[in-house]
């Protein structure tokens, strides 16, 4: 199977984010599928991006509630931003080998 991992550590070629809770020594991850999807077309590309963003957010908590507020804190914002950064890098290396072969 086809995947990738969104992590709030470091895999490898894992998707990665810090832990969205300060002082949390836990780690989740997350696979995300990308077979099926052509990564040579943009709509590939969309439907994948599509899938992180997702995947992020809920490994990050993105969605989960604080008690007296809809915003969300900077660790979470953080943590989502950072593992759209390594997943845009992890599809870029993806895209390198198969122009390659691989």
Do not use: H
């Not at 020594?25 to 590309?45: C, F, K, P, R, W």
């Amino acid at each position: 199977m086809k995947t990738l991992a969104i992590a709030t550590a470091a895999l490898g070629l894992a998707f990665t984010a810090s832990p969205a809770l300060a002082g949390s020594n836990e780690y989740q991850s997350m696979d995300v599928s990308y077979a099926g999807l052509d990564l040579s077309t943009i709509e590939g590309q969309r439907l994948l991006e599509q899938r992180v963003e997702i995947a992020a957010r809920k490994v990050c908590g993105y969605d989960d509630r604080q008690v007296g507020t809809l915003i969300r804190s900077k660790d979470v914002r953080d943590c989502v931003a950072n593992a759209r950064a390594s997943a845009r890098q992890d599809v870029a290396t993806i895209l390198q080998e198969r122009q390659r072969g691989g």
